[in-house]
């Protein structure tokens, strides 16, 4: 019996709540999976998992087992790179925000991959809230507040924002020269995809942060659109600068209130607080501090 590897297909059948689904992530074929667990529960005592047609779930006994599993496994790879001087690999699993990814992720991964080539990245694209064991995610990259207790959050980055309209809006309804002026302009508003309500428009006034209702021009899902409604002369938004950029660069949009910025964005990588953080994860976060703080 291969306690270790039996280890690793449990932990994995656990998180996905899948034979199949965990068979796919490990590369195993879903009846050589079943055989070693049912050979492990038999050399265990004690049966980890119940099965149904429908779902499959956890005992008493594969509760409690699962969590010393976790941390056992990642205390073991630690120990492997400490004496055998080798580096981490297998598979890492990180969901993005999708301009971050765009902007700052991929653009700085080939120096990653090289210099962990024994790491197999897999990465999807999403601004939901993800069950991270649930999905088999190890962790996810997110711009905005953290609000989800279940998560340990690492601070990466405060990105600049600002407040911008296009010129063809800026001919129709003016400028704003400070934010009383507000009340007569159109917001875009940004809607959460947790909330299902929109962001607030805020600005810094008096060394403290301030909360504008502006009359609304409509209400959007999604970063593109966005800003393409923007373009488009539709209202004002506020967004991370680094996201527009170019237009502000080519006149294609022009800032606003410029003495009365948005607070900065926070930007954190997150992973679940009942794990032990793998090497694999670890390396990835602190790489992720670096390109961030550049």
Same mark, same amino acid.
């Given at each position: 019996?291969?306690?270790?590897?039996?280890?690793?297909?449990?932990? *994995?059948?656990?998180?996905?709540?899948?034979?199949?689904?965990?068979?796919?992530?490990?590369?195993?074929?879903?009846?050589?999976?079943?055989?070693?667990?049912? @050979?492990?529960?038999?050399?265990?005592?004690?049966?980890?998992?119940?099965?149904?047609?429908?779902?499959?779930?956890?005992?008493?006994?594969?509760?409690?087992?699962?969590?010393?599993?976790?941390?056992?496994?990642?205390?073991?790879?630690?120990?492997?790179?400490?004496?055998?001087?080798?580096?981490?690999?297998?598979? /890492? *699993?990180?969901? /993005?925000?999708?301009?971050?990814?765009?902007?700052?992720?991929?653009?700085?991964?080939?120096?990653?991959? @090289?210099?962990?080539?024994?790491?197999?990245? +897999?990465?999807?694209?999403?601004?939901?809230? #993800?069950?991270?064991?649930?999905?088999?995610?190890?962790?996810?990259?997110?711009?905005?507040?953290?609000?989800? +207790?279940?998560?340990?959050? *690492?601070?990466?980055?405060?990105?600049? @924002? #600002?407040?911008?309209?296009?010129?063809?809006?800026?001919?129709?309804?003016?400028?704003?020269?400070?934010?009383?002026?507000?009340?007569?302009?159109?917001?875009?508003?940004?809607?959460?995809?947790?909330?299902?309500?929109?962001?607030?428009?805020?600005?810094?006034?008096?060394?403290?942060?301030?909360?504008?209702?502006?009359?609304?021009?409509?209400?959007?899902?999604?970063?593109?659109?966005?800003?393409? +409604?923007?373009?488009?002369?539709?209202?004002?938004?506020?967004?991370?600068?680094?996201?527009?950029?170019?237009?502000? @660069?080519?006149?294609?949009?022009?800032?606003?209130?410029?003495?009365?910025?948005?607070?900065?964005?926070?930007?954190?990588?997150?992973?679940?607080?009942?794990?032990?953080?793998?090497?694999?994860?670890?390396?990835?976060?602190?790489?992720?501090?670096?390109?961030?703080?550049?």
């Amino acid at each position: 019996m291969d306690q270790v590897r039996a280890m690793k297909i449990f932990v *994995r059948i656990y998180e996905r709540n899948s034979f199949t689904a965990a068979a796919e992530d490990l590369d195993i074929p879903r009846a050589t999976l079943t055989h070693v667990m049912n @050979q492990f529960e038999q050399w265990l005592g004690t049966r980890l998992l119940e099965r149904s047609t429908r779902r499959v779930r956890p005992t008493l006994d594969g509760e409690a087992y699962y969590h010393r599993c976790v941390n056992l496994l990642a205390e073991l790879e630690e120990a492997e790179l400490a004496f055998r001087q080798s580096q981490p690999k297998g598979r /890492l *699993r990180v969901d /993005l925000h999708g301009t971050l990814a765009r902007f700052f992720v991929i653009p700085a991964l080939p120096a990653f991959i @090289q210099r962990y080539p024994g790491i197999e990245l +897999s990465f999807s694209e999403t601004d939901r809230f #993800v069950d991270l064991i649930q999905e088999g995610v190890d962790c996810v990259v997110r711009a905005g507040m953290l609000r989800d +207790s279940s998560l340990i959050g *690492r601070h990466l980055a405060n990105l600049p @924002q #600002v407040t911008c309209a296009s010129p063809a809006y800026i001919k129709t309804y003016g400028e704003p020269q400070n934010l009383a002026d507000l009340i007569n302009h159109k917001a875009i508003n940004y809607v959460s995809p947790t909330s299902g309500k929109p962001f607030p428009f805020e600005f810094e006034a008096n060394g403290a942060m301030q909360e504008v209702t502006i009359p609304t021009a409509i209400s959007v899902f999604g970063a593109e659109i966005y800003t393409a +409604s923007a373009i488009a002369g539709i209202g004002l938004i506020q967004v991370p600068k680094y996201r527009i950029a170019r237009e502000l @660069q080519q006149g294609i949009l022009h800032e606003l209130l410029p003495g009365n910025p948005p607070p900065p964005m926070p930007v954190s990588v997150l992973y679940p607080h009942n794990r032990h953080l793998s090497p694999r994860v670890r390396v990835f976060v602190d790489w992720l501090k670096e390109i961030f703080t550049r």
